[in-house]
């Protein structure tokens, strides 16, 4: 099984709309988590941390959910700009090792 | 400040040679780590510098190595290429488990 695993989509959405995916870490001994923004042949860009009590940045909310080993992404108010493929990043407390999920892409259409 | 910087851009080497990629990391940053990142995969985990020692390292063979500086940068090599590792390469630097911070990549093509 995979440390990170991620729903690869494509998730095809119109703007204006909501769009939510998650990511699944294997290792509870995970302790910090990321959200990377990447967008076609460019170096990933974080995007957001994930703290434990959930967070919102703008139009973008990030939950942790330990007991089910998963983090997620909710983006509100699509905009076009926000058409890119989502990293999830889980760094395990012991020795520091960061994963990367293969990325959930999404795409907002006018 | 500077970002993490990378060099070279871009870069077409034939099978059987030798690279060598470059990267500085931002600054106050003291550990380096290297991804490859082959097209519509995510970055996998190559190694990973701190105090100029291989800390960690992904699931690569050992014509991948590295080394990092007394000044932080890093140096990935790659010896007896193939065909297959033709990817993005992607530095990122940062401080034990702050975010990384990424540089623009070295993209390159073996043929």
């Known amino acids: 099984r995979k440390e990170v695993e991620q729903d690869p989509g494509p998730f095809n959405v119109p703007e204006g709309a909501t769009v939510a995916f998650n990511c699944t870490y294997s290792?509870?001994?995970?302790?910090?988590f990321f959200w990377y923004r990447q967008d076609c042949r460019k170096e990933p860009k974080l995007l957001m941390s994930v703290y434990s009590s959930g967070n919102e940045d703008g139009r973008f909310t990030a939950q942790l959910n330990r007991a089910s080993q998963y983090i997620s992404l909710l983006i509100r108010d699509s905009k076009l700009s926000d058409s890119a493929t989502y990293l999830c990043?889980?760094?395990?407390?012991?020795?520091?090792?960061?994963?990367f999920g293969a990325g959930t892409t999404v795409t907002v259409r006018a | 400040d500077a970002g993490v910087t990378q060099s070279p851009t871009h870069l077409i080497k034939t099978r059987g040679q030798q690279v060598t990629l470059r990267c500085s990391p931002k600054?106050?940053?003291?550990?380096v780590s290297w991804y490859q990142q082959a097209l519509g995969q995510g970055p996998q985990f190559i190694f990973q510098y701190y105090e100029e020692e291989e800390r960690q390292r992904g699931n690569f063979p050992d014509r991948f190595s590295g080394h990092q500086f007394p000044n932080y940068s890093s140096e990935l090599n790659v010896n007896a290429l193939l065909l297959g590792d033709s990817a993005l390469y992607l530095c990122a630097s940062s401080r034990q488990d702050s975010p990384l911070h990424f540089g623009n990549g070295t993209r390159l093509t073996v043929t």
């Open positions: 990043v889980v760094i395990r407390s012991n020795d520091y090792k960061l994963s």
């Open positions: 600054s106050g940053h003291d550990t």
């Open positions: 290792n509870s001994a995970s302790q910090s």
